[in-house]
């Protein structure tokens, strides 16, 4: 660390929104937020447009827009091609906020943060879990970090699966997501303990996954609302709120009164009624006509495309769970 430098601590919340922590926190829901929100200061910051994960937290942490830092999505075509590949940190072309950090000889932490795959050199260590394509590549900066973090963390969990939602088992979800989330925030204080870089940024991002999924149960006004699961899962997505708000009070107790502490968010949430389907539309007005071919010969080879198959993976953020159960 440099001397008499100040340390600061970034939490990265994936889709969290103050239409639910404002009132939940003024209900005493949420203690530790609403400690937060009284002792400093806090505000609505504009996302990029399309508010989606890959461009918003890459301009969040390069000050820059993605006309400038080149992550426009999670996919990407190649020129001359409509083919389909993933985004990653590769495509980034402007540094963040760890490489200013690094070069000016801060040490800096990196956790878990979206579009840090490959992990990059950094003056300190780069841990990337949410994005990477498996738990079998090496997503760790450096390399050996990966085996130090399995042999101190024992169960750690660098994703969360999908495999119980696609099955239509929420509950096997939640269950899977509370050790998830409970082996991330082992991991974070273990890091911070062992390397008290200058700068850490701790990512969360199962509550984007979560709110996707869960908002009808607690939703009475939603097309796909089923008051039987309500009773079930309606406080699903308070209570793991409540988990994050014990997550935070923890990786604050790790951190010293001078360390300034910041939490963030790439877009918002809420629910989704409706949603417009272009070609459809400008179908109904005779704008558009299909072709003649053969639907059945077209469907068969749109489904065996490998980049439709790859882009359904990513936007799904099912990659995790398939290299798990599909070796």
């Known amino acids: 660390m440099k001397s008499g430098s100040t340390k600061i601590l970034l939490i990265g919340l994936d889709a969290a929104t103050f239409e639910l922590i404002k009132p939940w926190a003024s209900q005493g829901l949420l203690p530790v937020f609403r400690d937060l ?14 508010p989606q994960t890959p461009p918003a937290w890459t301009s969040a942490l390069t000050g820059k827009n993605p006309g400038k830092h080149n992550i426009f999505d999670f996919l990407k075509t190649g020129r001359g091609s409509y083919d389909l590949t993933p985004v990653n940190s590769t495509d980034r ?33 780069m841990l990337c879990g949410f994005l990477a394509p498996s738990v079998d590549c090496v997503y760790t900066s450096p390399g050996h970090l990966k085996k130090e973090l399995l042999q101190n963390v024992k169960g750690y ?57 869960f908002w009808r149960h607690m939703d009475k006004g939603h097309p796909l609302h089923d008051p039987e699961k309500s009773r079930k899962f ?16 923890r990786l604050l107790e790790m951190v010293d ?22 070609n459809k539309y400008l179908e109904s007005l005779g704008l558009l006509l299909r072709s003649k071919a053969n639907y059945a010969g077209r469907i068969k080879a749109a489904a065996l495309n490998k980049e439709n198959m790859r882009r359904a993976v990513y936007r799904l953020k099912i990659g995790p769970f398939l290299a798990r159960y599909f070796p």
Request: aromatic share 14%; charged share 25%; net charge negative.
């Open 157 to 213: 969990k660098a994703s969360c699966s999908l495999g119980p939602l696609i099955s239509g088992n929420e509950e096997a979800f939640l269950q899977d997501l509370y050790l998830y989330t409970e082996k991330q925030e082992e991991a974070a204080l273990y890091l911070y303990d062992r390397y008290r870089p200058d700068f850490f940024m701790v990512g969360l991002f199962a509550l984007d996954t979560l709110q996707h999924y």
């Open 93 to 125: 072309k402007t540094s963040a906020i760890w490489n200013i950090l690094s070069r000016a000889g801060y040490k800096v932490g990196v956790f878990n943060v979206p579009m840090t795959f490959p992990p990059e050199d950094v003056n300190g260590f």
């Open 234 to 249: 309606g406080d699903a997505i308070l209570k793991y709120y409540q988990r994050l708000d014990k997550l935070i009070k």
């Open 37 to 50: 929100m009284k002792r400093g200061t806090y505000g609505f910051l504009e996302s990029t447009i399309p």
């Open 257 to 278: 009164e001078e360390t300034v502490v910041s939490i963030i968010s790439d877009h918002g949430a809420g629910p989704l009624h409706k949603e417009l389907r272009a």
